[in-house]
């Protein structure tokens, strides 16, 4: 071996760790240094109703959305799914485009944490916090708006500000009613008469809390934000099984939620000092 030959051998082996390590950072998830969430899944798929495997939503890139709705707090589709409703902290009920420009519709005082929509008639239902109670906003004027019924267990334990969060329209005329104290859910008929309760904290260690709520009919699940634990969950809205869950550590206070299926998306709203939007695109 000449010394020509032996110089380059020790050139090579002085620059094979910088080599191996420029490989290693080539193969990094490139959605985490961009700040965007990547899913955290409990299950790679799930049985569907004929036994076959299904994937679960592959979450991909974010757009921010800058909205004035004060203290934003719930989000659901119009019934003609073009743009979004939106409730806040302070009261407002908006519809909000899907670029942010905001419409007032009405103003209550209420302490308004989550909005869904009754598909067959329009109404909107809304979650109160403090008085843990469930409001409909009548269609078509959306001007008119009464109690419908109250968590009575909310009330009697005491829940305060840990109270009612999340609310989505299920199926059967019935609603799911969440609460930020032990992940609680309720599935409600719309006379107040609670058909099942559970603590979402005995499907996964994960949860610490429901800050907001979304059914998905087209695969009967349902999707939850945990503001707590800076997280979007997937459940089986039958079993609730855990699917999925995926990190989304960029969203300060991420309070609502709301599946888009018509334009492949999942809205997440966030209660900011500059409330924000962050859409989500998703591979269903």
């Not at 071996?1 to 998830?29: H, K, Q």
């Not at 203290?71 to 908006?94: F, H, P, R, Y």
Request: proline residues 4%; contains cysteine; charged residues 25%.
């Amino acid at each position: 071996m000449n010394s020509i030959t032996r110089f380059v051998i020790r050139i090579f082996l002085r620059l094979l760790p910088l080599l191996l390590l420029a490989g290693a950072c080539a193969c990094e998830d490139p959605l985490a240094n961009r700040g965007i969430a990547k899913p955290e899944q409990k299950e790679k798929t799930e049985k569907s109703t004929s036994g076959k495997p299904r994937k679960v939503p592959e979450m991909g890139a974010c757009q921010v959305i800058n909205v004035r709705v004060e203290e934003l707090s719930g989000l659901c589709m119009t019934k003609d799914s073009t743009a979004l409703w939106a409730v806040g902290d302070e009261g407002a009920i908006c519809k909000v485009s899907f670029s942010g420009v905001v419409t007032p519709v009405l103003k209550t005082r209420l302490d308004a944490e989550g909005i869904t929509l009754n598909p067959a008639t329009g109404d909107l239902y809304i979650a109160v916090e403090g008085d843990q109670m469930v409001c409909r906003v009548k269609a078509p004027d959306y001007q008119t708006i009464d109690t419908l019924f109250f968590i009575k267990e909310a009330i009697e334990e005491d829940f305060d500000n840990n109270g009612l969060e999340g609310i989505s329209f299920y199926k059967d005329s019935l609603l799911f009613v969440g609460s930020q104290e032990d992940a609680l859910l309720w599935t409600c008929k719309l006379d107040g008469s609670i058909v099942t309760r559970r603590s979402l904290m005995d499907e996964t260690s994960l949860i610490e809390e429901i800050a907001g709520l979304c059914y998905d009919p087209v695969k009967n699940w349902l999707w939850v934000t945990d503001s707590d634990a800076c997280k979007l969950f997937l459940f089986s809205a039958e079993t609730f099984d855990l699917l999925a869950s995926y990190d989304i550590p960029s969203i300060e206070n991420a309070e609502s939620i709301c599946v888009d299926r018509t334009h492949g998306y999942v809205w997440v709203g966030s209660d900011e000092d500059s409330p924000k939007i962050y859409r989500f695109s998703f591979k269903f």
